[in-house]
């Protein structure tokens, strides 16, 4: 008896080539088991079951031609409903875009399909990645696979439920302020979010374009490093991509090489609102990196307190825009009677197409970039972002990776924060800073809590360096 | 700033969105939230340039200048000129210029 539990990406490749199962079998087990456990958790809002088995089967004749399909040959992948697949559905978890078909590959898929990835169904977010619990998507909750009645955190929570519970083998989810290291750090597995540039944006659904980044979610970071290198890179279909060097992400990491680097602990990150709980975790992850004699120094990011209010003011400003676009008129028309105006079309369908969240976003957005608020609110924000984008480059200066939470608390109760959209907010302090900054950043879960409620630690890096914190990552995992 | 019913219903009235009984709850939460906000007037930020985009790369732009040494450049190329305009051929049909 196959036991996904133990599956990764590396042991499903090895399983595949010494003919342990065939991807075909392999696939079928997969639906199998993710159809069920997908009534209890709603991590997927489709699964593909005829198109991947299809892909499978490909896979096979390659496979039994002597063919090599590539480093992801027949890996089970969870895609996030935010990001076209070609002929699948694409709903931002939005009834306005409740029967939209993507008519084209996003570049990251065009990527993982080249390299002969299958894609078991599009997974649940919030609205249009909105949210840090996927209380707001349209078409219900996802469950946290570790306490059904807790959140698996968001925007990115089908994405990493699904992984965390053995539905897929890894998952992409996107990082506009924390959406692929929250989810992955109360669902218990690893999550990066690249450089911004790092991985194109074509094909996924824009939320906030100057802070959207693409990132993996993997049982471990040899996968994660395995999926980013898989998708990373320069797109002339996505002006924000860089051609960077990222050297071998998948190499055996050289303790030497971290022991070489210094890491920094901000004060502010370990100040008052963070859970006793979370508190003690840090320190034995402080205490664990001591033990493999990596040095690390006391930082300060002194405008940290600021990233909150400055995100929640740039962000909606920038949502206010993307979403613009949607007239509500093609993939999910309300029912309505008479002959309403243009104007009036355009009021009802966004009334009815976009949820609570997205309204208030979006509103918040109009409001900052509105005549008279313009300068007050959203260059104010512009402004204190360099500042906070500034105490970053000083750090990186002493240091060569910052160590801090993901998050305050561990998974929160399901309606617990749902009707405080500020103290929702707050709960994104640690993950924004990365977002504003550029810069890349992973979440590892902090080991030793099977049993408990998973807890998540970060390790922020310099552009380009996904290397430095990766390959920390895979040696903290080894002790 | 205190947000105002009418504030929101002018809001949604720029952003396209009708809001059907939902204004009062929007307003007890954007009053909150722009409150919040307020923390960044503790910031002296009057010296400090604004970071518009993801990362540090500026757009490179020619300078704001009106005796632009391009400017004028492929009128010749027009067929039809009427003074200061420029008359484009028709997609369709016969041109009657």
Not at chain 1, 263 to 274: A, N, R, S
Request: hydrophobic content about 40%.
């Amino acid at each position: 008896m196959l036991n996904l539990r133990d599956l990764t990406i590396k042991s499903f490749r090895e399983g595949l080539l010494n003919k342990s199962f065939s991807t075909f079998e392999i696939t079928k087990f997969f639906f199998d088991f993710a159809e069920e456990k997908n009534s209890e958790l709603n991590a997927f809002l489709s699964l593909h079951r005829d198109q991947a088995l299809e892909a499978a089967s490909k896979i096979d004749v390659r496979l039994a031609e002597g063919d090599d399909p590539g480093v992801l040959a027949g890996v089970p992948l969870a895609i996030k409903d935010n990001i076209l697949v070609e002929g699948l559905p694409a709903t931002a978890a939005s009834k306005i875009l409740e029967n939209y078909s993507a008519p084209y590959d996003a570049e990251v898929i065009a990527k993982l399909k080249k390299r002969g990835a299958i894609f078991i169904g599009k997974t649940n977010l919030d609205e249009f990645a909105m949210g840090s619990s996927t209380e707001n998507s349209a078409f219900g909750v996802t469950r946290n696979p570790h306490d059904s009645e807790r959140v698996a955190g968001g925007s990115s929570g089908g994405s990493a439920a699904a992984v965390a519970a053995h539905m897929a083998i890894g998952a992409l989810g996107t990082d506009t302020g924390g959406s692929v290291r929250e989810p992955a750090a109360f669902c218990g597995v690893v999550g990066l979010k690249p450089t911004y540039g790092a991985v194109s944006r074509f094909g996924a659904i824009a939320m906030a374009s100057s802070l959207d980044q693409i990132g993996p979610i993997a049982k471990n970071a040899e996968d994660a490093a395995t999926l980013f290198q898989a998708i990373a890179g320069i797109d002339p279909k996505d002006s924000t991509s860089v051609d960077a060097d990222y050297h071998d992400l998948t190499a055996d990491p050289d303790l030497e090489r971290i022991r070489e680097l210094k890491i920094g602990i901000p004060d502010e990150y370990f100040g008052e609102g963070l859970d006793p709980e979370v508190r003690g975790e840090m320190e034995k992850v402080i205490e664990d990196l001591k033990s493999l004699k990596i040095n690390l120094k006391k930082i300060s990011l002194p405008h940290t307190k600021y990233a909150v209010a400055v995100y929640y003011l740039i962000m909606p400003a920038e949502v206010s825009t993307n979403l613009a676009r949607y007239d509500g008129l093609r993939y999910s028309p309300p029912p309505r009677s008479g002959r309403p105006s243009l104007l009036d079309l355009y009021l009802y369908n966004r009334s009815y197409g976009f949820g609570p969240e997205t309204k208030r976003r979006i509103l918040l957005g109009t409001f900052a970039l509105s005549a008279g608020y313009y300068d007050a609110y959203y260059l104010k924000a512009q402004k204190a972002r360099s500042l906070i984008k500034k105490d970053f480059d000083e750090a990186f200066r002493e240091v060569d990776v910052i160590l801090a939470p993901v998050t305050p608390t561990p998974a929160f109760k399901i309606g617990e924060k749902a009707n405080d959209p500020l103290q929702m907010y707050l709960s994104d302090i640690f993950t924004i800073p990365a977002n504003l900054a550029g810069l890349p950043a992973v979440s590892m879960p902090v080991r030793g809590r099977e049993g408990k409620l998973p807890i998540g630690f970060q390790l922020m890096g310099k552009p380009w360096r996904e290397k430095d914190i990766l390959d920390i990552g895979r040696l903290y995992e080894r002790l | 700033m205190e947000l105002k019913e009418s504030d929101i219903r002018k809001l949604s009235e720029l952003a396209r969105v009708s809001l059907e009984g939902e204004e009062v709850g929007l307003l007890d939460n954007m009053r909150e939230i722009i409150g919040y906000f307020e923390v960044l007037n503790e910031l002296k930020t009057d010296a400090v340039e604004p970071m518009s985009g993801g990362t540090s790369l500026v757009n490179r732009f020619r300078a704001d200048a009106a005796d632009w040494p391009c400017q004028g450049l492929g009128r010749e190329d027009f067929s039809v000129k009427e003074g200061e305009s420029l008359k484009t051929p028709p997609v369709f049909g016969e041109s009657n210029a």
